[in-house]
């Protein structure tokens, strides 16, 4: 697992190896203070990638995307 603070966001990174040798990934964006396991606001599986280091790459950078995105929304957003 892989976690990084963007913002008031936290992004983390799971791995999978699968049965052909290849990497999955997937993210989770949620609320960074006081986030609770129902609190998620996004999750998303990405496609299979060659290797680990490529999967968590590839995921923390959308994952950190959609942080930021979320962040800027909400500011817009907020009168």
Known sequence: ????????????????????????AAYIVEPAAQAGPRDF???????EFDDERSAVDAAMEKGSRHAHWLAESRRVCTP
């Open 1 to 24: 697992m892989h976690r990084r603070i963007v913002g008031q966001y936290s992004v983390e990174v799971r791995t999978l190896k699968t049965p052909v040798g290849g990497w999955k």
């Open 41 to 47: 606001v996004m999750i998303t599986l990405l496609d």
